[in-house]
């Protein structure tokens, strides 16, 4: 008598997470679990739980949920809103079920496996929306993971795709999306490529994390057919005092400024959807030191966000095929 049944596969998207509100408090209630993180900041609990809790929440949170205000959407939060809507393109694509999972915040990576299995999945896949590698990203999804799967007594099989960052077709929608903008308002002098920085720190342990945007660059730069004085990279996003990865991008656009370039254009690569770093730290923020700093017209190049060729990817991920250009 044959016993065995067919699985059902399930997919998880996972991404970092986002207030659930534009006000202090919502602000407040998602900083607080994330910065607590400390696979985000390793600083000696005895020394960083005062700061958190007696100054930074306290004084971060009002200003924070002020540039929040500049970019909320009707629906929500940009992450949440275009996270939704990957989750809801990618089911339709695939034919099966697909949750949405946070790191920090609603919903939880916990109560989307949840949500899975409750539909029977019991073979899922993990996908965190971080192209390139880190442990302050993916390993923290890992952790959440495994936090969730302690709970269990019947474990789904399960598989936590790692990275994309040499996906053929990452790149390819990478590339699309800056050709799109260029033959709508015409193509740039140079295209900068901003990633969230990381600590050196981290780096110097031996975080992939570098090496992931250097390469995403460099097969950017081919797609696109662009020399290397045509195309860079740099860091942003950094917090605190200590060194992080450089260049930094605040400064790298007073450098570009400098060469006078007519038309700057700026892309995130690290980001899989829009949220507050792309939409007010480099869309506004980074216009506002580009042109303070002399230089002339700024353009940023939304996120892959929603847009069919970034879900195609993400179903190919899903579905196993190649994950690199170098195999």
Known sequence: MNTATATKKGVLLVNLGTPESATAQGVKDFLKPFLSDKRVVSIPR??????????????????????????????????????????????????IPVALGMTYGRPSIDSGLEQLIEQGCDDITVLPLYPQYSSTTTAAVSDALSRSLQKRVALPSYHLIRDYHA?????????????????????????????????????????????????????????????????????????GKEEWLKPYTNETLEKLAAKRYAKLDVISPAFSCDCIETLEEIAIEGKETYQQAGGQEYRYIECLNDSDKHVEMIASLVLGQSTTLTE
């Open 46 to 95: 005895i020394v960083w739980w005062p700061l958190l809790n007696g100054i930074i929440l306290p004084l971060r949170s009002p200003k924070v949920a002020k540039v929040y205000q500049q970019v909320w959407m009707d629906e929500g939060s940009p992450l949440m809103v275009y996270s939704r809507r990957q989750v809801m393109k990618l089911q339709a694509q695939l034919n």
């Open 167 to 239: 996906h053929p077709l990452y790149i390819k929608a990478l590339a699309e999306k800056v050709k799109d903008y260029w033959q709508q308002h015409g193509q740039g002098d140079y295209l900068l490529c901003s990633y969230h920085g990381i600590p050196q720190r981290l780096a110097d342990q031996g975080d992939v994390y570098p090496q992931h945007c250097e390469m995403t660059t460099q097969l950017l730069a081919q797609e696109l057919g662009l020399e290397s004085e045509k195309i860079g990279m740099s860091y942003q996003s950094r917090f």
